[in-house]
């Protein structure tokens, strides 16, 4: 076997230059109405193309729903996701109970993603819930992580 053609960790390594290998079935969405209220398994699946024929939000499921379908979830580990929006209105992600749009420097993650644009998202949990103590939950922080065009 030549070096090149080596199967190493670095050499898949994205930061590398290596190429990261995931395994996906996308969850198409279609948004008519004002809203579509994602669930886990669907953010799960981390690739949601949307057709947008109707303006409305595209809700994340709650921290609890995240968690209880990623169970070994812990503080620290980080969910990306893509929205890829083909459809003709703009949509708005929206954060639900658990979920903080992050906030650096005073800006806020943009949450709209306007037709034909691609965005990547990172969900990292700042918060596990445990049955034991009542006063703690499910957290997470949202991160905008990069935009794009799509074109044809």
Not at 120 to 133: E, G, Q, R
Request: hydrophobic share 40%; glycine share 8%.
């Amino acid at each position: 076997m030549s070096l090149g053609t080596r199967n190493t960790p670095e050499r898949n390594s994205a930061m590398l230059g290596g190429a990261a290998i995931e395994n996906v079935t996308p969850a198409t969405l279609t948004m008519t109405t004002s809203h579509i209220n994602l669930t886990a398994a669907q953010l799960l699946k981390k690739l949601l193309p949307l057709n947008s024929t109707g303006a409305g939000n595209l809700v994340l499921p709650t921290a609890t729903a995240i968690r209880a379908g990623k169970p070994a979830i812990v503080v620290g580990d980080m969910l990306e996701f893509r929205v890829i929006n083909y459809g003709n209105d703009t949509t708005t992600l929206a954060v639900n109970t658990g979920i903080t749009n992050k906030v650096i420097d005073s800006e806020d993650a943009i949450l709209t993603i306007a037709t034909h644009i691609g965005t990547m998202w990172a969900l990292v949990c700042t918060a596990v819930a445990n049955p034991s103590d009542p006063s703690t939950s499910d957290t997470f922080d949202l991160y905008l992580l990069a935009t794009g065009t799509v074109t044809s």
